[in-house]
């Protein structure tokens, strides 16, 4: 039980690290121009130096609520992390982490809602390049998309002996 407790708390943290990555690093689509590789991400437009990113008014609410959501899912993945520890040391033998499961699971809405809204407002439109593609902080908010969805299923059912 031990192990198992200690896999899922490391898994935890590794969800936490990559969730503030791809939420910093501007490196959500890739593309090609006659200067070099672009980058863009939830806040810059990265190619040689680094400019705010350029966003159509009708586009600009759905950026601004990717941001919001992706920063709700480090909040509440963090929230998660501490309540887990604190339950570990206070909760009795037999019971179950349902706060901290409750709690990863509203971590894993967040970040469903926000890739979500990026994957249908952003995907293939990047200015001033040519073939788009999505970066590694794309992939790594779907791959914390699933390891926080398992780690909320595993503390609702995971019981302290």
């Known amino acids: 039980m031990l192990v198992l407790l200690a896999g899922i708390f490391v898994v935890h943290i590794a969800t936490v690290i990559m969730l503030f990555v791809s939420t910093i690093a501007n490196v959500w689509m890739v593309g090609s121009s006659n200067v070099g590789t672009i980058s863009t991400g939830l806040w810059l437009l990265c190619n040689k130096t680094c400019t705010q990113l350029p966003v159509s008014s009708r586009d600009e609410a759905s950026l601004k609520a990717v941001q919001a959501f992706m920063i709700l899912s480090i909040i509440f ?64 908010a779907w791959i914390c998309f699933c390891f926080s969805f398992v780690i909320g299923i595993l503390y609702l059912v995971l019981r302290k002996k």
């Open 77 to 140: 993945s963090v929230v998660a992390l501490v309540l887990f520890i604190a339950q570990l040391f206070t909760l009795e033998k037999g019971k179950r982490f349902y706060m901290t499961g409750a709690v990863m699971l509203v971590c894993w809405m967040c970040i469903l809602i926000a890739v979500s809204i990026y994957t249908a407002r952003f995907t293939g439109t990047m200015l001033y390049a040519t073939n788009p593609h999505h970066g590694y902080c794309f992939i790594l």
